[in-house]
């Protein structure tokens, strides 16, 4: 009885140390094969997130086609990448360019505003010493100036005198009309100041005192 009893106790007791180190330990090969299946699954999840992405037709959704047109879709990428930074370099030139002009559009806008200051500066002091300035002062220049401009009128026909035409009237010495002196006539007296005067020929004009003075001898000779 005791040894039926001690035998299973101790077919359990062996047993009981391989029974508790089997479900522990797996084998190498089965560990490998579970890690691929988890790098195919973890691959399909990204090539299914991948394709989604593209938004790939279903009839042509293999990795195959994901695949190449990742390739095409990196290239383009890659040449916009390359036309950005030329732009980029383009804009920058141009925004130096932009800079500098407006550096000197502010110089020559401080320039104009310290102009525009001095004139009016200048203005001012015109304004203030022309109204400080006497009227007698101004009345003695004006005066001056009209002078200048228009000269007296006496002045210039003192200058400048006018002689008339001068007729000479022959008499015949047997008219009979006339017998007594001539009487004196009052000539205006010429002043010192008239000059030579100048020589004026007789022209078309004045040809009618003439025929006057021969109708006028041959009335006296009738008479």
């Given amino acids: 009885m005791g040894s039926e009893i001690a035998d299973p106790v101790c077919d359990r007791v062996k047993a009981s140390p391989s029974s508790k180190k089997n479900p522990e330990k797996v084998p190498r090969k089965i560990h490998k ?9 973890h691959m399909n999840d990204l090539f299914f997130d991948l394709g989604k992405t593209l938004d790939l037709d279903h ?7 994901i695949l190449r047109e990742t390739i095409r879709l990196v290239g383009e990428l890659l040449t916009q990448v390359e036309s950005l930074k030329k732009e980029n370099v383009a804009l920058l030139s141009e925004s130096n360019y932009v800079t500098s002009e407006k550096n ?5 806008t401080s320039a104009l505003d310290a102009q525009v200051k001095r004139l009016r ?5 015109r304004v203030n010493l022309d109204i400080s300035r006497s009227p007698s ?27 008339g035409p001068v007729f000479v009237v022959p008499l015949p010495h047997e ?8 009487p004196k006539v009052n000539m205006p007296k010429v002043s010192s100041s008239v000059s030579k005067p100048r020589p004026r020929y007789p022209s ?20």
């Fill in 59 to 65: 009839t042509n959704n293999g990795k195959a086609s």
């Fill in 137 to 163: 002062d101004f009345t003695a220049k004006l005066t001056e100036d009209h002078v200048a401009a228009f000269p007296l009128v006496g002045h210039a026909q003192e200058s400048t005198p006018v002689v």
């Fill in 121 to 125: 500066k200048e203005i001012d002091e």
């Fill in 175 to 182: 008219s009979q009309g006339f017998c007594g002196p001539f």
């Fill in 104 to 108: 000197e559009l502010l110089d020559e």
């Fill in 204 to 223: 078309s004009s004045d040809s009618w005192p003439s025929q006057i003075l021969t109708r006028e001898t041959n009335v006296v000779e009738d008479v």
């Fill in 33 to 41: 094969a579970a890690r691929e299946k988890l790098k195919r699954d």
